[in-house]
């Protein structure tokens, strides 16, 4: 763990919630150790967009074409067509495609995308209750104004799909902020997606592994690499966010639930999570740093003080350009290699 700036010694949770009115303190070594901890309680209120663009980027339309005709021929499109696609400017563009998309990225097939069991076949594992409040809270991450029976249909195959994977696997521990990405898959996929979730909760290069150990120290240990990453391509910026003693907690919410908690536009989550299924598990790490470099003008504007840069940087604009931001991050990732972050995260931890 950090140990060189001021929140990795205490963690305030109405600043990991994007607030500034101080709060009780919770050590980071603690995070995961208790599963009733509101660590990412407040989640953004998603906007659903209603309408199509009236006029389409030429781009995107083409884009369109192009995926449609693959998605014709699904047998014949191999995995990385797929991956170009979903990286590629405007990503996969609806959900329509995206539903049959996102399996393919991670290597589900059509037959193990199954129906789900009851809800009350699960009811009595430990982490149930724990589960269940955390879906109950995420109300304003479903469509606005859709009938209260399938709200709670859809926050029931919710409770379903996190508890299948944890039964699967045992020795992973459910975090709050897991909700926020299953949910993404829940809204785009459906409720036979645990395959999918389960690709991306446990195995070699599992993304959400490292959040799902207990404590949080291996994923406080990977947002370490952050900062290097701007240092590098910022000195002066990297500087001045060292200088206050800001740390990394204001970006753990990003990391944990992929934005999802933290972004007020839908369509903007799952454009983020079109990129993030088909890249390295720790790419999300340097889009933090594209962020965070996207702002540097922000930053030297605000008072030099933790307290307020941690505010001002926990408070993620829905208007930044976050197609230039993946282009950023892609050649941040290109030019920092993770083994050499892994080195000067090591040391920081050890401090």
């Known amino acids: 763990m950090e140990s060189n700036n001021k929140d990795s010694e205490v963690i305030d949770k109405s600043v990991m919630n994007g607030e500034c009115s101080p709060a ?68 996969l563009i609806c959900d329509e495609y995206r539903r049959r998309i996102w399996p393919l990225l991670v290597g589900v097939t059509k037959e193990e995308m199954t129906e789900a069991p009851s809800l009350d076949e699960l009811s009595t594992h430990p982490e149930y209750n724990q589960v269940v409040l955390d879906v109950n809270r995420s109300l304003k991450r479903f469509p606005p104004g859709i009938p209260y029976e399938q709200r709670v249909a859809l926050q029931d195959q919710l409770t379903v799909l996190i508890l299948r994977v944890i039964i699967k696997y045992p ?40 959040f799902m150990q207990l ?13 290097p990453v701007v240092g590098r391509a ?86 930044l350009p976050f197609e230039d931001i993946l282009v950023t991050a892609q050649e941040l990732y290109e030019n920092n290699d993770p083994l050499d972050l892994e080195t000067k995260s090591s040391h920081s931890s050890r401090k």
């Open 171 to 210: 020795h992973l521990k459910y975090y709050q902020g897991y909700h926020d990405v299953a949910i993404t898959l829940l809204l785009v996929c459906g409720d036979v997606l645990v395959p999918l979730l389960c690709r991306l909760s446990y195995g070699a290069g599992a993304p959400l592994a490292p």
């Open 24 to 91: 009780e303190s919770i050590h980071p070594t603690n995070l995961n150790k208790t599963k009733n901890i509101d660590v990412i309680s407040t989640p953004s209120e998603l906007k659903f967009d209603n309408a199509e663009p009236e006029e389409e980027d030429p781009e995107i339309v083409e884009k369109r074409k192009e995926i449609e005709e693959c998605l014709s021929d699904v047998d014949s499109v191999d995995v990385e067509k797929w991956k170009n696609l979903a990286r590629s400017k405007g990503g």
């Open 234 to 319: 910022n000195t002066k910026l990297a500087n001045r966010l060292e200088e206050a003693g800001v740390g990394t907690m204001f970006a753990l919410p990003w990391y944990l639930t992929w934005f999802g908690h933290s972004l007020g536009r839908y369509a903007l989550v799952v454009r983020l999570y079109d990129y993030f299924l088909c890249a390295p598990p720790l790419f999300p790490v340097y889009v933090t740093a594209a962020v965070v470099l996207c702002r540097a003008d922000e930053v030297f504007e605000c008072e030099l003080d933790m307290a307020m840069l941690h505010c001002l940087l926990s408070k993620l604009p829905d208007d």
């Open 215 to 227: 404590t949080m120290q291996p994923t406080q240990h990977l947002l370490n690499y952050m900062l």
